[in-house]
């Protein structure tokens, strides 16, 4: 259950593991247990999720069309969720930000891959034990709220985990301390493995994948990763929700993650072409990770997601094999 600060439920403090041990208890299934507070699912129970950069915005700018089509889906009463692979920020800090943008959103219905990863966690006995992270402000928050003792970049002390994800601040000091806890036993957890993070002006930067490749590659240790494409992230919007695969729809711009995690599960995707996949690249993706539908941007969602939800009230408990045909993939 949830706490009183929105949090996760921790359990009390158990005897401490090697970060062996540690490795082997992440080998149980990642579905259910999973708790957010106040969930925003409503009487229409057609699910939304949304990436966030290069779908809803760049940077501190909106992607044009985000802002009024997301208030409407909201305000016909679409249970909305942000979900990011960007591990840097809290739940709270990206509620903020949406609401500064005229998306009026809750923390609850924001989910982070350093949330998933300390909902991860904590799922699997981790609450009370240690952390050395490379990663910034937000996942310390995010762990430090799913029960992990973070510790302290200087620290002398063995981690049970070490988690990584994007640090625009990385120092080779920390890079350095990260390898000694991995070579000492500490299981290593990748919060999102994103090669490049879009920013505005059309730009990237490297992303959390490349922090993750440079521990990898020092200490010839593969991480367990927990953010997209894995699909622990849509597993627990799905129990929180109470929604079937075939209920939601999963928005990105990233076919390689957004897509691909999505249709493993069974869930309806839509990829936009405002964020980092061209419309040229998409007659070339593997089919596990082709879209059913193709949008220029946010501004078609709404008349795509009011098509689908009256064919799916129609045909219950099936829903339609492709969206309608404007913009479908392949057509």
């Not at 970060?19 to 057609?46: F, M, V, W």
């Not at 980092?276 to 059913?292: F, I, K, N, S, W």
């Not at 064919?311 to 045909?325: D, E, I, M, N």
Request: aromatic share 4%.
């Amino acid at each position: 259950m949830p706490n009183a600060d929105g949090g996760i439920q921790t359990r009390p403090p158990r005897a401490p593991v090697s970060g062996k041990q540690a490795l082997r208890s992440l080998d149980a299934p990642a579905t259910a247990g999973y708790h957010i507070q106040n969930s925003p699912c409503k009487e229409r129970h057609l699910v939304i999720v949304l990436d966030l950069d290069g779908v809803v915005y760049r940077g501190e700018t909106p992607v044009p069309g985000a802002v009024p089509s997301l208030n409407l889906l909201s305000q016909r009463s679409y249970s909305l969720f942000f979900l990011t692979n960007n591990s840097t920020r809290s739940r709270r800090h990206y509620a903020q930000k949406l609401a500064r943008m005229g998306i009026p959103a809750r923390p609850d219905q924001v989910v982070t891959s350093s949330h998933v990863t300390g909902c991860y966690l904590s799922e699997r006995g981790a609450a009370g034990r240690t952390v050395y992270t490379i990663g910034e402000e937000g996942m310390a928050e995010e762990l430090a709220l799913a029960g992990l003792r973070v510790l302290p970049d200087d620290t002398e002390e063995q981690a049970d985990y070490v988690v990584v994800g994007l640090d625009r601040k990385l120092t080779y000091a920390r890079l350095a301390r990260a390898y000694d806890q991995v070579r000492g036993g500490a299981a290593f957890i990748a919060t999102n493995r994103d090669a490049t993070y879009p920013i505005e002006g059309g730009r990237e930067i490297p992303g959390g994948g490349a922090m993750v490749a440079a521990l990898a590659c020092a200490t010839g240790v593969e991480p367990v990763t927990v953010g997209k494409p894995e699909t622990h992230p849509w597993r627990l919007i799905l129990s929180v929700t109470g929604a079937a695969p075939e209920e939601a729809l999963m928005v990105g711009d990233r076919a390689e993650t957004d897509i691909l995690g999505a249709k493993r599960l069974g869930m309806r995707t839509a990829l936009v072409l405002t964020g980092v996949t061209r419309a040229e690249e998409v007659p070339g993706l593997p089919e596990e990770c082709q879209p059913d539908v193709v949008l220029p941007s946010l501004a078609g969602l709404p008349p795509l997601v009011e098509e689908w939800e009256a064919a799916r009230q129609v045909r219950r408990p099936g829903v339609p094999k492709a969206f309608g045909t404007a913009g479908r993939a392949g057509g």
